[in-house]
């Protein structure tokens, strides 16, 4: 006896539905554990940006229109000391240079997608949720699959309506923050508990040194072009000490 197209398609469309949940609840655990560092830091980012001379609107502006926190921090002394506009635009895209890295290696997961949906996912792409993606699907024989988007999905959803809300309360609480405080010492924090958690392999650590050292010594540079050869290096060196410890196993 034939099945029944009707009963057929809505098992399938029941069966697509879970995987979906099933692969965005994974990624939410993935990423919960650092959304308290993500927090303490869109605070952080909050607080500075009405420090800087922002108005609220302005500060609100710019969180919801750029979502980028560390060019956020980066650009925020410039437009204090009144820099040009264009060095202001520069700063910004130098630190964020490793967004080309990561629009690279997530090309083939999501280039069946139309391109507005792509440039969707490019604004809620952050760091963790490439740190979290990569290691899960990197040697994935299929690319684009429902589960890969979805986890993914589970990975930024969750970053950015928690960078968001801390953030706007951050906005709001800057005035009654007193001048003495060092946010700049509670943002490096908030980066410390994020990135220490991901140094669980030798490839990771080889690749945090490197980065690491190229980011001490490139201090000098301008335009924090330190910072963007120390995201060059981090990689490279990471790519490298995987073969090479997969060669010596």
Known sequence: MASDPAASALEDARQARQERVDAFRAGVRAITPALIATGTWGMVTGVAMVK?????????AMTLLMYAGS???TSLPLIATGAPLWLVFAAGFVVNLRFLIFGAALHPYFRHMSWPRRLGLGYFTTDMGFVLFMPRFGDAAERGTREQLWFFMGTVAPGWLVWQVTSIIGIYLGTLVPEAWSLDFAAVLALLAITVPLANSKPMLVSMLAAGMVAWVGQLLPLRLGLAAAVVAGIVAG????????GRA
């Open 52 to 60: 800087s001379g922002l108005t609220e609107s302005m500060a609100l």
């Open 71 to 73: 060019a956020q921090l």
């Open 239 to 246: 790519i490298w000490a995987e073969r090479f410890f997969k």
